[in-house]
Nanobody, 115 residues
Framework: QVRLVERGGGSVQSGGSLRLSCAASGINFKLYTMDWNHQAPGKQRELVARIESSGATNYTDSVKARFTISRDNVRNMVYLQMNSLNPGDRGVYYC?????????WGQGNQVTVPS
């Protein structure tokens, strides 16, 4: 059974930083592309960062130069370092993986950035 467990959400002032983590189990982690997704209040979930099995990364324009995705293939972990946070970054963050023919999601972590 594939399982993704996230940690690290919270509340931070504008300009602050948070680090999210996602522990994966049930897959040969090093072979899979891992994603971080963001769902702002009242909006659809969207992909914000991706790291491939090779270590190559991609970011949506709104987070480039502020967010960094990384992975630890020994601990089966994926991380999202979020810097210079602003109110537009608030919402729920989910890690995800496409495995066994479907997209699998973590439980989500709330990030709050007061206006």
């Amino acid at each position: 059974q594939v399982r993704l467990v996230e940690r690290g959400g919270g509340s931070v002032q504008s300009g602050g930083s948070l680090r999210l983590s996602c522990a994966a189990s049930g897959i040969n982690f090093k072979l899979y592309t891992m994603d971080w997704n963001h769902q702002a209040p009242g909006k659809q979930r969207e992909l914000v960062a991706r790291i491939e099995s090779s270590g190559a990364t991609n970011y949506t324009d709104s987070v480039k130069a502020r967010f960094t995705i990384s992975r630890d293939n020994v601990r089966n972990m994926v991380y999202l370092q979020m810097n210079s946070l602003n109110p537009g970054d608030r919402g729920v963050y989910y890690c995800s993986v496409k495995a066994r023919g479907r997209v699998l999601w973590g439980q989500g972590n709330q990030v709050t950035v007061p206006s």
